[in-house]
């Protein structure tokens, strides 16, 4: 599609759709859009993310807490059958965004400075209900037929996010210049909250964080004037929707939710990685000095993982050494092991590794550590057989796969080797560099019958993929 036409054509959606009113909220059937299309759509934007955003935070330990989080709210949302995917966004600011099909991305900054979970739950809450009421889906229903691509640049200049890749990518940035003060239109963003507000209530959470949250948020807003925090740009909060949530509040019984230790330490180490390592240790030691923490053991875990990202890996150990003696938790052991690698003791972060995954035999982040940590030693078979027992239970996880081709290339085995990285690339979604992995790993020359036969077999499948997705775009 040429990039005027684009233009034109996101023009009239965003005019048609506040103009005309919207389409009666509740009914999915007439929609142009049906929830495989939104899932289509959602996977190729997110394709385009993890491979080209150069914010897109694979952190997993974060990643892991904000998934348990998200997948609470959504066991009590509107459509639990729903899958839904949240992801971070390294990005100081305030916001969050849904797309279509169940991604929900959180920037750091959301996590970073919210003053409660429930804070944050309460965002999340209000963007899981942006995907089950089919927002984009809506917006998207007075278009007509649109291709893949074309609804995929629709919803990224709808939420104001550059891109790199193939979508358009100019195309996006003119018009989501035009776009980015719209946003999700009000009766969106009245019926986000009032479903926000149900699973918020429904999973156990402070529902006071939703008003708070919005009220921080509009003041943050005056203060910066052109500068204001991005969720506001692309969730325009009013004082209406303020008076709602107020209301909303009213008569309830008062219900203290304590944080889950898990959100305060995610928070604290996302602290210790924002801004300069030094800037950063110095405000997280400022903070622990004059109090200013809702929990200790977190307080101190941040300037340990302060201090470790400050190249000083002896102040951090000795930071973190009495937490571990208090309080069980897999984050201080992952800590731990990075502190004792910066230290040269491999050897010493492998054994409090392997021995936590006695404990927590399912931490993905841990394991990932461990199986790095045997590779480090070059102890690669064990490394190998550890991967091999894990894609068996997550075979879509591309990280094990990426884990699984360095282990083969320390070995010098480079059929398999190709052919580990091919799978990165197709769970990725990139079938041509797949594609090209698979070829170099018939030409490797260090295959035998069977192995290049299952190298032949994978590469017909994935060219019959990519064929089927060249004539689904077009
Ligand atoms: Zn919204």
Do not use: W
């Not at 509107?78 to 797309?99: G, H, I, S, V, W």
């Not at 709808?158 to 210049?177: E, K, Y």
């Not at 078979?381 to 997550?394: F, G, L, R, T």
């Amino acid at each position: 599609m040429r990039i005027s036409s684009l233009l034109v054509l996101i023009l009239a959606f965003t005019t048609r759709a506040l103009a005309d009113g919207l389409p009666d909220l509740g009914d999915t059937a007439q929609l142009a859009l049906t929830p495989q299309m939104e899932r289509r759509v959602g996977e190729s934007i997110m394709r385009d993310i993890r491979l080209h955003d150069a914010d897109y935070d694979d952190d997993p330990e974060a990643s892991a807490y904000l998934n348990v989080l998200g997948n609470r709210l959504v066991a009590n949302s509107q459509d639990a059958r729903q899958d839904f995917e949240f992801f971070l966004e390294k990005d100081p600011t305030m916001n969050a965004f849904a797309l279509p099909g169940g991604y929900i991305g959180v920037n750091t900054g959301t996590i970073v400075n919210a003053q409660s979970e429930s804070e944050l739950a309460a965002v999340l809450a209000h963007e899981i209900a942006h995907v089950t009421q089919h927002h984009m889906a809506r917006m998207a229903s007075n278009q007509g037929k649109l291709s893949t691509a074309a609804l995929a640049a629709m919803v990224l200049a709808v939420l104001a996010r550059n891109s790199q890749a193939g979508l358009a990518a100019a195309s996006i940035g003119q018009a989501g210049a035009i776009t980015a003060q719209i946003g999700f239109t009000r009766e969106f963003e009245r019926e986000a909250d009032r479903i926000g507000f149900q699973t918020l209530q429904k999973s156990g959470f402070d529902v006071r964080a939703m008003p708070a949250f919005f009220e921080r948020m509009q003041k943050a807003g005056r203060l910066y004037e052109n500068n204001a925090p991005a969720y506001l740009r692309t969730h325009p909060i009013t004082s209406e929707r303020i008076a709602d949530a107020e209301n909303r509040i009213q008569g309830l019984p008062y219900k203290q939710t304590p944080d889950s230790l898990e959100f305060q330490l995610v928070r604290a180490k996302l602290r210790a990685e924002q801004g300069t390592p030094h800037d950063a240790l110095t405000r997280l030691e400022a903070d622990l000095r004059d109090k200013k923490y809702s929990n200790e053991t977190a307080a101190r875990y941040g300037v340990a993982a302060a201090m470790l990202r400050a190249a000083q890996p002896a102040r951090a150990a000795a930071t973190l050494a009495p937490l571990l003696r208090t309080t069980e938790d897999p984050m201080l052991v992952g800590l731990d092991a990075r502190i004792k690698q910066a230290s040269g003791d491999e050897s010493g972060a492998l054994a409090v590794l392997q021995q936590a995954l006695v404990r927590y035999p399912n931490n993905r982040a841990l394991t990932y550590a461990c199986i790095e940590s045997l590779q480090r030693l070059g102890r690669n078979p064990e490394a190998a057989a550890m991967v091999d027992e894990q894609i068996k239970n997550y075979p879509h996880d591309a990280r094990l796969y990426a884990l699984r081709a360095q282990g083969y290339a320390a070995l010098g085995k480079r059929l398999l080797q190709h052919q580990a990285q091919a799978e990165v690339y197709a769970l990725q979604g990139s079938l041509p560099a797949a594609i090209e992995q698979l070829q170099l790993a018939q030409k490797s020359g260090d295959g035998d019958f069977y192995q290049l036969s299952s190298v032949d077999a994978r590469l017909r499948e994935l060219r019959a993929q990519l064929l089927q997705e060249k004539k689904d775009k077009q």
